[in-house]
């Protein structure tokens, strides 16, 4: 199986950044898809950004032009966030899927592997 280990949370003033990591312990196949989630306080999870084996990306249009999604290769993931706002306080999983070719649809949240979370605060 895969361990995924996120890191790079913590409190910013809006408008400031944070880099979040999840280091991947594990074989993961090629083709894989690794992604960002996020859920706040009362409301349902949701995908932030996913990064293909392949590089390709596809973002919420939540954080587009203010979030940045990378991986180096292929076992650590990043999640570059600038501009921060109130709205993006959550706590930010990691996770990762190597059964399907690709990523699928920003609203597929059956991972396989899933990180323990890191929690990010914006105050305004």
């Known amino acids: 199986q895969v361990q995924l280990v996120e890191s790079g949370g913590g409190s910013v003033q809006a408008g400031g950044s944070l880099r979040l990591s999840c280091a991947a312990n594990g074989r993961i196949r090629g083709g894989y898809c690794m992604g960002w989630f996020r859920q706040a306080p009362g409301k349902e999870r949701e995908g932030v950004a996913f990064i293909e084996d392949a590089g390709t990306t596809t973002y919420a249009d939540s954080v587009k032009g203010r979030f940045t999604i990378s991986k180096d290769n292929g076992i650590t993931l990043y999640l570059q966030m600038n501009s921060l706002k109130p709205e993006d306080t959550a706590i930010y999983y990691c996770?990762?899927?190597?059964?399907?070719?690709?990523?699928?649809?920003?609203?597929?949240?059956?991972?396989?592997?899933w990180g323990q979370g890191t929690q990010v605060t914006v105050s305004s």
């Open positions: 996770a990762t899927d190597d059964r399907r070719n690709g990523c699928p649809s920003l609203h597929e949240t059956s991972f396989r592997y």
